[in-house]
């Protein structure tokens, strides 16, 4: 075991991260193969499995499970499990997430021993350990370096992470200086197993015991049943917060915010939020959401245990989600026809444009476009009579209100028929009033490269209603 704090402190990488050193039990050599270069085989799979991690996340737990037939349920001891549940569950939530792995505020030593003991006792890994794990999540997202990736799969991310071993060269490195410095994270890291068995066994068997004579109850479900809970229930931080639910901040990568993760994580299930704004303490920003653990944070800080509580300006918020919901349109308009872009149209002459509109075309000019309505004639709700009079013609007043003010609409309907652009002057001038009237809306792309028509900027519009002269 090492001892003198110096050896804490590993060779620093270009990045400013250091190599992750173990405190504790021998120190891997990063030189040597990895099982994980192997292909899992027949013969090797044993190799394969993190013997001590399935132990105890799966063998125990099986184990309790069978013990419990034996052990009658009595109330009160069900009811301490439910609040130590809780207790570990802020362990991990307040302490190793929001306090250790992302600093979102800063604790008095106190408070920090409290949410130390209460991290053993949800038998997770130590603070130090997970932390280092996490913040590699958060920088590598979704990558290989990513420890637990959903990329790998639902099953992986929640648990196969842990079952399997994994090649310390893949995870990506990160800087845990601040954790090294911190002594109540070094001292949990190097007694870590010892604080597992007090605070995760030993307690909640004596507590039982000792206060209502449930010494059996208090170790079964106090203990191994409770920690089984805890560890599955803060499992799904990283599989069932990126796999279900909604994406209102970023949508690049997997996070999502859903109501049943936050239930199960004591909160950390507004996860999308929690990836774009991780240095906040908050996961849930409406006062209505379900986040407890932000709850306790606050709490704290009203009673002097917590301070520098960390918040992102609402206005970034409201940014981020306004960008998300106008990428959501975007993608919406691209799947919707707007008619081919005007620059991608033929330039046809006044002459051309007539002579094929008495060779059969059914083809209407409007702003200078030119549009052929030949399918629409029969389906035009003002008749047929009206539109066929405008065939060959300029009907850009008539269209505009000369003989029928047209709706919008009628504007974005006429835009999927357009076929030309006419040469010379009406062409000119539509680029000219797009110009002039300041409507370089017209040409604003939005992120998918489509071009934005709002309604009353199509081009067929005139801003000057024509005088209704004969419509009324
Ligand atoms: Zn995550
Ligand atoms: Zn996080």
Aim: aromatic letters at 12%; a positive charge.
């Amino acid at each position: 075991m090492a001892s003198s704090s110096s050896a804490v402190q590993a060779e620093a990488f270009p990045d400013g991260t250091t190599e992750f050193v173990p405190l504790r039990g021998k120190k891997y050599d990063l030189r040597k193969p990895h099982i994980t270069d192997q292909p899992i085989t027949v013969n090797n799979w044993y190799q394969h499995v993190n013997w001590l991690n399935t132990t105890f996340i799966i063998f125990i737990p099986m184990l309790g499970v069978v013990a419990s037939y034996w052990v009658p349920m009595q109330l009160k001891t069900v009811i301490f499990s439910i609040a130590y549940y809780y207790y570990a569950g802020l362990g991990i939530t307040a302490g190793y997430h929001r306090l250790w792995a992302h600093t979102s505020y800063k604790a008095t030593t106190p408070l920090k021993i409290f949410l130390a003991a209460a991290g053993a006792a949800a038998v997770e890994g130590s603070a130090r350990w997970w932390s280092r794990d996490h913040r590699a999540h958060h920088r590598y997202t979704d990558t290989e370096k990513d420890p637990y990736s959903v990329r790998k799969g639902l099953l992986y991310s929640h648990i196969g992470w842990m079952v399997m071993k994994q090649n310390p060269r893949r995870i990506g490195r990160t800087d845990i200086t601040d954790l090294n410095e911190d002594p109540v994270v070094v001292w949990q890291h190097r007694h870590y197993l010892k604080s597992v068995i007090a605070m995760a066994l030993v307690v909640p068997t004596l507590f039982c015991g000792l206060m209502w004579g449930d010494f059996l109850g208090g170790f079964i479900y106090g203990g191994i049943l409770r920690i089984f809970f805890i560890q599955q229930a803060t499992f799904c931080v990283n599989s069932l917060a990126h796999w279900l639910g909604d994406q209102p901040f970023d949508d690049r990568n997997s996070p999502r915010d859903h109501v049943i993760t936050a239930f199960v994580t004591l909160g950390e299930g507004y996860h999308n939020f929690h990836h774009e704004f991780p240095s906040d303490f908050r996961n849930a920003i409406e006062w209505w959401q379900y986040d407890p653990t932000k709850w306790f944070i606050w709490i704290c800080k009203q009673v002097g245990l917590a301070y520098d509580l960390k918040k992102f300006p609402h206005n970034e918020i409201e940014k981020g989600r306004l960008q998300q919901i106008q990428k959501k349109l975007d993608q919406k308009r691209a799947t919707l026809d707007w008619g081919i872009p005007l620059e991608n149209l033929p330039v046809v002459s006044w002459d051309d444009f007539v002579s094929e509109s008495k060779n059969g075309k059914a083809l209407v000019a409007v702003a200078g476009v030119i549009h052929d309505v030949t399918n629409f004639i029969s389906e035009h709700p003002g008749g047929k009579a009206l539109i066929s009079a405008a065939v060959g013609k300029d009907a850009t007043a008539i269209f505009n209100g000369g003989v029928y003010l047209h709706s919008n609409a009628a504007h974005n309907l006429l835009s999927t028929m357009r076929v030309g652009v006419l040469r010379g002057g009406c062409e000119v001038e539509i680029w000219k009033r797009a110009q002039s009237e300041n409507k370089d809306v017209a040409s604003i792309n939005d992120s998918t490269g489509k071009r934005i028509v709002r309604a009353g900027d199509q081009v067929t519009r005139v801003s000057q209603p024509v005088a209704t002269a004969d419509a009324a």
